[in-house]
């Protein structure tokens, strides 16, 4: 069984632009996460798809945006880019978004704003 | 709003010893889940163990174990025989029960390093 897929794995922009990163989640999986990890602020929660819906939101600029299609798929958007926004993005998915459910996590993709 | 401390920024233990990686949280919630997680270097996250706030007894994973205590909000895990292959960073993670409430708030983690 395929694990959860995370494209691309790096990428650089300048600030100013702006970036999509995709997730693909296990086969019948039907939530998915997404995170940002920096050395300042660590793990962070930015939102979480279920059903197509967002159902949960962390605390980011609405530079952040994110959606989920029917297949489970999902991608995330930050427009605007600014140097602080350089970090590893990770998407994690489970079945059902129960927390007895394991979350699966990608490699990340690694994203450097200069 | 929960947090989660892991005030060891960085250990290391010598191969096969045992070794115990702090955790606390702070929460006003009364049914939650903790988790710890591991990041190998260049790797992805996965679990290594969890735990359901409602349960007494300590959860165990092989050679992983964990010592909750929920009065002192005080999760820490436990690595028995340690293995070269356990070098990675640790994450302490916290989630609301229900359904709906996919969110971890992660430490800060603790580097953990296997010597030879």
């Known amino acids: 069984k395929a694990g959860v897929t995370q494209t691309p794995r790096y990428l650089i922009k300048t600030r100013g632009q702006q970036v999509t990163l995709s997730c693909s989640p296990i086969?019948?999986?039907?939530?998915v996460s997404w995170y940002q990890q920096t050395p300042g602020q660590g793990l962070q929660f930015l939102f979480e798809?279920?059903?197509?819906?967002?159902?949960n939101k962390g605390n980011f600029p609405g530079r952040f945006s994110g959606r989920q299609f029917s297949n489970s798929r999902s991608e995330m958007n930050v427009s605007t880019l600014e140097l602080g926004d350089s970090a590893l993005y990770l998407c994690?998915?489970?079945?059902?978004?129960?927390?007895?459910?394991?979350?699966?996590f990608g490699e990340g993709s690694r994203l450097t704003v200069l | 709003a929960q947090t989660v401390t892991q005030s060891q920024p960085e250990m290391s233990v010598q191969e096969a010893e045992t070794v115990t990686l702090s955790c606390t949280y702070d929460?006003?919630?009364?049914?939650?889940?903790l988790f710890w997680y591991k990041q190998p270097p260049s790797r992805q996250m996965i679990l290594v163990i969890r735990?359901?706030?409602?349960?007494?007894q300590n959860a165990t994973e092989n050679r992983f174990s964990v010592n909750f205590q929920k009065a002192a909000k005080s999760f820490s895990l436990k690595i028995s025989d340690s293995q070269l292959g356990d070098t990675a960073m640790y994450f302490c993670?916290?989630?609301?029960?229900?359904?709906?409430?996919?969110?971890?708030?992660f430490g800060t983690g603790t580097r953990l390093t296997i010597i030879p």
């Open positions: 929460t006003s919630e009364n049914n939650y889940y």
């Open positions: 735990q359901e706030a409602y349960k007494q």
């Open positions: 798809y279920f059903s197509e819906t967002q159902r």
């Open positions: 994690a998915s489970s079945l059902d978004g129960h927390p007895t459910g394991e979350l699966f």
């Open positions: 993670a916290f989630m609301n029960a229900g359904f709906g409430n996919e969110k971890l708030t």
């Open positions: 086969s019948g999986h039907r939530s």
